[in-house]
T-cell receptor, first 110, second 115 residues
Framework: QKEVEQNSGPLSVPEGAIASLNCTYS??????FFWYRQYSGKSPELIMSIYSNGDKEDGRFTAQLNKASQYVSLLIRDSQPSDSATYLC??????????FGTGTRLKVLA | DAGVTQSPTHLIKTRGQQVTLRCSPKSGHDTVSWYQQALGQGPQFIFQYYEEEERQRGNFPDRFSGHQFPNYSSELNVNALLLGDSALYLC??????????????FGEGSRLTVL
């Protein structure tokens, strides 16, 4: 079982819709959770971090964490073509290593 | 405020050669981590340097080595290159303190092609 799992996609949504991205992790001791956006040929850029159960909102982005079920999700409201990218889920279990999923490719159709 | 800078941006090597990649962390950061990202995969942790010492290492062979200098900049060295070493090598910096609650700031990466 992979430590951090994501559906590779592509996930296609129409412009203005809500995009829902999901991630599961295997280490119950994980403490910090992150969503990175990576445009093709570019480096990952942090868009959300979440550390406790529940929802965290930042503009059009909402991160959701459920430690009992070991999943993290990212909702993107009012999706724009500029949101088209690969979204990487990253988990840190209390060491210096961040574990990344393989990423979900999102395509927002104009 | 300069972000994380990496050099070179692109390079091509042949099997068996050696390569050195360089990274300068974001201003105010003293911790540098290196990640390898193969095509279509997520970044994989190679190692982290803090106070000029390797603090933690991922599942990479000894062909991968590194160094951190007193000014916090860092180098990644890969010896005896294999075709499978072709990847984007990402440097990420972070401030010291709680190691697992802060975000990583990534550089633009060094894309290595091994022929």
């Amino acid at each position: 079982q992979k430590e951090v799992e994501q559906n590779s996609g592509p996930l296609s949504v129409p412009e203005g819709a809500i995009a829902s991205l999901n991630c599961t992790y295997s280490d119950r001791g994980s403490q910090s959770f992150f969503w990175y956006r990576q445009y093709s040929g570019k480096s990952p850029e942090l868009i959300m971090s979440i550390y406790s159960n529940g929802d965290k909102e930042d503009g059009r982005f909402t991160a959701q964490l459920n430690k009992a079920s070991q999943y993290v999700s990212l909702l993107i409201r009012d999706s724009q073509p500029s949101d088209s990218a690969t979204y990487l889920c990253a988990v840190n279990g209390g060491t210096y290593k961040y574990i990344f999923g393989t990423g979900t490719r999102l395509k927002v159709l104009a | 405020d300069a972000g994380v800078t990496q050099s070179p941006t692109h390079l091509i090597k042949t099997r068996g050669q050696q390569v050195t990649l360089r990274c300068s962390p974001k201003s105010g950061h003293d911790t540098v981590s290196w990640y390898q990202q193969a095509l279509g995969q997520g970044p994989q942790f190679i190692f982290q340097y803090y106070e000029e010492e390797e603090r933690q290492r991922g599942n990479f062979p000894d062909r991968f080595s590194g160094h951190q200098f007193p000014n916090y900049s860092s180098e990644l060295n890969v010896n005896a290159l294999l075709l499978g070493d072709s990847a984007l090598y990402l440097c990420a910096s972070s401030p010291s303190g709680a190691p697992n609650t802060g975000e990583l700031f990534f550089g633009e990466g060094s894309r290595l092609t091994v022929l």
